[in-house]
């Protein structure tokens, strides 16, 4: 069909119409564009509107779409009009000017380059730039063209463009071939208009680091022309024009990230010495107040030493292992600005990470002071401004720079010792001026927080003073102070355990701040923690704790903290004696409950996460049901059963209550999931009513939960012949519902979570009842269903479905002197005759062009188990798939060899491990992405 051209334009030009009023016009135009974009006839009218030159917007539009089709669509093209899109493509590039919109310049230039990658029989697309534009700097088109190599290696590894790896290949060596000619074309760009051409000069800076990602020895050749000279030139001169410092600072970095991978002595030499030289430069710019500049340098400082810490390490001191990159790097965190300071911590990562590998007490001791002298630093830019009087709240910038010093340190601190560091602000908070202030002493306190994990729990002579401190601090110390002084404590959890002498004054020191509500949360959160550790030596402050938990409601605590201190209380309460833990649990949970059940007969409509939200009283029976667990012995009654089967008629109400929001019946189904597994099989007399009101509520509401919470009660209680009757009966009434809702168009994408959760469900019966789920009449559409939904791109739904396969296979071929074996087996044996090679060629299609890399291993651990079940056919199956693959890249030339097929197949159907499989299918996948 044709499109007509003023139909195109109208459309445009009432989507860029900033005056146009009717909204409903505007979202029309926008989709109807978009929808155009989408068809092959798009090619031509953007074509059209370039040459027409209505205006900008139409350009745009058009230069865009060219730039969208050739990226994702550009096996729409017959390879016969290749030749013509480019002839036409140069032709709008050689009508880029200065003055032309820079975003219809960009869109064109990227365009072109895509165009070069994906078209093959485009034999040296760079030299035949070069060729036409590269000596025609006076015209104005020196600068498009330099835009169509900067995007070149750039758009070499997007993924968007399916090059497959023989293309990309090819396209490397290729390009590590232009090299010289590159460099040769930005040396006479440089040298004859860098001093006088600004936009070219930025252009030809930014081509060259663009260009360092394709790594080649050739570029030692840069020492014999100026480039080298003029970019260090440049650097050094913070008084430059911003934009040309940072270009030529992203150059360096690029350099010397390309110099990590090429050993290029002569250039290593050169740059390395120039920026071993740019100390002076950096204070220049300290005292020009040029914070751009400032941060320039400290990305090159970084660089240099991500470049070289391996060098360092091995050799410290000598040549390139020269520790003098150090001192340029603590100057930088030496700065004021704490932002300049964090753009060093990658360097710091790196050299813990090399220096833990290294595992060298006499080389950690050369880096010592360095370490030292960073956490030094850390404290400076840790302390908060001295006018400020309250906590710092987790949204302001400075509160998540201080939790990314918290992970440096705690990386880092090996180096010097997680002692020494504590030590190191002992001293610091001993010092009469910190006394007097406030905030130098809650960065003291912060920096020891983020070691005290690490402290032997056994040391005696540095915490106790600190702590000794911290515990007599008067009610009038700054609120951050006090704040941060309960943090610490949390944190020193195992050493308090070690040291039960501090116990009744650390639990009577936070017991009080919880009657701050600006303490409330932090303290609630610090008792857990204490809980959790001390639980040895806690039970005589169990009541005492009991109260703390009954009067919470009246204080300014979150949620989040009751239940993690409803949680450290749970854990201790499940060592108690039976008798006792029966009358205890029903004092922690029947507050939950009563608030619970007033909600519902109250009819109030509810405030998310405040008293009135159900979700609140759910989530604090959860937690007490899941971390109450004694110990019983077989035939004994459970001590949590009676509770349990008291909060049921609530929670049956709260089901019916709130049954149309999905909210609240996930965090229902959550409480009874931990209910059901806190009794286990003594949960038996709410299995009959629980079943068919989730069947009832899931038939018409449709929440993936009921079906999460159905697959929990298969785990319990599908090992009970009496029982199994039933649950199949829940799944038969499941399976309609799911069937309708997944088979609606996109209903798979749409509805991960129910794919997730139905395949759980399913996957559970295979491991507890095989034979009567394979017998059941839902079989054939979870089997139908499990095919397509193999294929869905999202990790926890997609790995549910495979794991269901995975145990399907499992249950043909594991426990074989089980009496229920031979049936097993044939029932197995007539599924995978049935879906087996439907089964492998979806996986093979869901690998190669549809699921991510990181999700292929649970397709390779599928394969290896439907190997280790029937090799021979699996491996049929794989040819035939392979066979039918199209082995054409969207340029038109050959995506994989039958050399590299047959490759592919002999290494998964002799692979003796998952991960070799693994290996393949990623390997594999590359030939097409």
């Keep these: 069909m044709e499109v007509d051209i003023q139909e195109v334009l109208a459309a445009i030009n009432t989507l860029y119409d900033s005056q146009l009023q009717d909204r409903q016009k505007h979202d029309q135009a926008s989709k109807w564009l978009f929808q155009l974009q989408r068809t092959v006839q798009a090619w031509k009218v953007a074509d059209q509107l370039l040459h027409a030159k209505r205006d900008v917007n139409s350009c745009f539009f058009a230069a865009q779409t060219l730039r969208t089709k050739i990226q994702l669509c550009f096996g729409e093209l017959p390879v016969e009009a290749h030749s013509s899109l480019r002839a036409s493509m140069l032709e709008h590039l050689g009508h880029i000017t200065e003055h032309t919109y820079q975003g219809i310049a960009t869109q064109l230039c990227v365009a072109l380059a895509d165009l070069a990658l994906h078209m093959a029989s485009w034999d040296d697309p760079i030299g035949d730039l070069i060729a036409q534009f590269g000596n025609q700097s006076s015209t104005g088109n020196l600068v498009p063209l330099l835009e169509v190599l900067i995007a070149m290696p750039e758009e070499l590894h997007s993924r968007q463009l399916r090059l497959g790896l023989n293309r990309r290949k090819h396209l490397e060596e290729y390009f590590r071939v232009k090299v010289i000619s590159i460099i040769e074309l930005l040396d006479v760009a440089v040298s004859t208009e860098g001093a006088t051409k600004e936009s070219t000069h930025l252009k030809a800076l930014r081509c060259l680091a663009s260009w360092f990602n394709i790594h080649t020895e050739d570029w030692g050749m840069l020492t014999s022309t100026c480039l080298v000279n003029d970019i260090l030139t440049v650097v050094r001169n913070p008084q430059v024009a911003p934009r040309l410092h940072e270009i030529a600072t992203d150059c360096v970095c690029s350099a010397m990230i390309m110099l990590e991978a ?49 060098v360092m390490v091995e050799q410290p001191g000598q040549g390139m292992g020269s520790l003098q990159v150090l001192h340029l790097l603590v100057t930088c965190i030496g700065h004021h600005d704490w932002e300049v300071a964090e753009i060093t911590f990658n360097f710091w990562y790196k050299l813990s990470e090399v220096l833990y590998r290294k595992n060298c007490d006499s080389v950690n001791e050369q880096f010592k002071p360095y370490v030292e002298r960073l956490i030094e630093a850390l404290y400076r830019h840790c302390q908060i401004e001295p006018d400020h009087d309250s906590i710092l709240v987790q949204q302001d910038d400075f509160y998540e720079f201080r939790e990314r010093v918290q992970e440096l340190i705690k990386d880092v601190v090996f180096i010097c010792g997680s002692r020494l560091c504590f030590l190191q602000m002992t001293q610091v908070v001993s010092s009469p001026d910190v006394a007097k202030n406030w905030n130098l002493m809650e960065a003291a306190l912060f920096i020891m927080q983020s070691v005290a994990k690490n402290l032997i729990p056994e040391e005696d002579e540095v915490v106790p003073p600190i702590l000794e401190g911290v515990l007599n601090q008067p009610d009038t110390v700054h609120l951050q102070v006090a704040f941060t ?53 806690i039970e005589t402050h169990f009541d005492a704790l009991l109260e703390v938990v009954s009067s919470l409601d009246g204080l300014s605590v979150s949620n989040e903290a009751v239940v993690g201190l409803l949680k450290g209380v749970a854990f201790i309460l499940g060592r108690l004696p039976p008798q006792r833990i029966k009358t205890d649990m029903r004092r922690l949970c029947t507050p939950q409950i009563n608030n619970l059940r007033k909600l519902i ?68 189904c959550r409480c009874l999931r931990f209910a059901v597994r806190c009794v286990h099989q003594q949960s038996a007399p709410l299995l009959s009513p629980l079943v068919e009101q989730i069947v009832s509520l899931y038939a018409t509401h449709g929440h993936s939960c009921f079906l999460y919470l159905g697959s929990i009660l298969v785990d319990e209680y599908a090992s009970e012949p009496g029982c199994v009757g039933g649950l199949l009966a829940m799944l038969e009434a499941f399976t309609q519902p799911t069937f309708i809702l997944l088979t609606q168009p996109n209903g798979f994408r749409d509805h991960p979570d129910t794919v997730d959760d139905w395949f759980r469900l399913c996957a559970r019966f295979l491991q507890r009842a095989p034979v009567p789920f394979l017998q059941c009449g839902a079989v054939n559409t979870i089997l139908e269903c499990g095919l397509q939904a193999c294929m869905l791109d999202h990790k926890e739904a997609n790995s549910a479905v495979l794991k269901f396969f995975q145990d399907l296979v499992e249950a043909g071929r594991k426990q074989e002197d089980q009496p229920d074996f031979e049936t097993r087996r044939t029932l197995v044996d007539s599924i995978f005759n049935t879906h087996g090679e439907a089964l492998v060629a979806n996986l093979v299609t869901a690998a190669v062009f549809i699921l991510p890399q990181y999700m292929h291993h649970d397709v390779a651990e599928t394969f290896f188990q439907i190997m280790q079940y029937d090799r021979p056919k699996f491996c049929l199956w794989l040819e035939t798939k392979l066979k039918v693959l199209p082995t054409k890249n969207s340029g038109g030339v050959d995506a994989v060899s039958r050399v590299e097929l047959v490759e592919f197949h002999k290494t998964v159907t002799q692979a003796e491990r998952t991960k070799e499989i693994t290996r393949a299918l990623v390997d594999f996948s590359r030939f097409f992405s």
């Excluded at 390395?272 to 030289?277: C, N, R, S, T, W």
Aim: hydrophobic share 40%; charged share 20%; net charge negative.
């Design 262 to 310: 090429e050993r290029i002595p002569t250039l290593a030499e050169v740059l390395f010495a120039g920026v071993l030289q740019l100390g002076d430069a950096y204070h220049m710019a300290v005292a020009l107040e040029d914070i751009n500049a400032i941060t320039n340098y400290a990305r090159i400082f970084s660089e240099l030493g991500e470049t070289l810490v391996e």
């Design 485 to 537: 002084s309960v943090q610490l404590l949390g944190e020193l959890n195992e050493w308090v355990a070690c040291h039960p002498a501090f116990l009744p004054h650390v639990l009577q020191f936070l017991t009080k701040r919880l009657h701050n509500k600006n303490l409330a949360t932090v303290a609630a959160k610090a008792l857990d923690a204490i809980c959790q550790s001390c639980r040895d030596h």
């Design 601 to 668: 007969e109250e009819n109030v409509p509810f405030e998310k996460n405040t008293a009135g939200d159900p979700v609140v009283w759910l989530d604090r029976l959860a937690t007490v049901f899941r971390n109450v667990n004694p110990n019983v012995q077989n035939g004994e009654q459970h001590p949590c059963q009676e509770v349990v089967m008291e909060m049921w008629p609530t929670l049956s109400q709260t089901f019916q209550k709130y049954s149309s929001d999905l909210r609240v019946m996930e965090h229902c």
